[in-house]
């Protein structure tokens, strides 16, 4: 009960997508919002050009938040778990 921790996530994603000739233009955007980090809007953009009937372009761009895992925020949790550290003496 003293190892532990209360977080909440919320998130949504809205995604656009726009047909020209032989062009497909994707464009997104997601928001995270999360109790300890607090809140972020991430962009995402896709170009895609229909070269032949089974040959495409694409180039793709976009941002992102990596969340910490609680390894990483809190370190180890005094346990036998040490993952894959060797000990000495074992």
Known sequence: PRN??????????ALGTIDLDKFRFNVGVRYDKNSN???TVNPRVTGIYKYST???FKATYGEA?????????YG????AN????AI???
């Open 37 to 39: 980090y607090g809140s």
């Open 65 to 73: 938040f990596q969340e910490p895992t609680p390894l990483q925020l």
């Open 4 to 13: 532990t921790a209360a977080i909440q996530d919320t998130g949504g994603y």
């Open 54 to 56: 089974n040959q495409a």
């Open 82 to 85: 040490y993952g894959s550290i």
């Open 88 to 90: 000495a003496g074992s």
């Open 76 to 79: 180890d949790s005094g346990g």
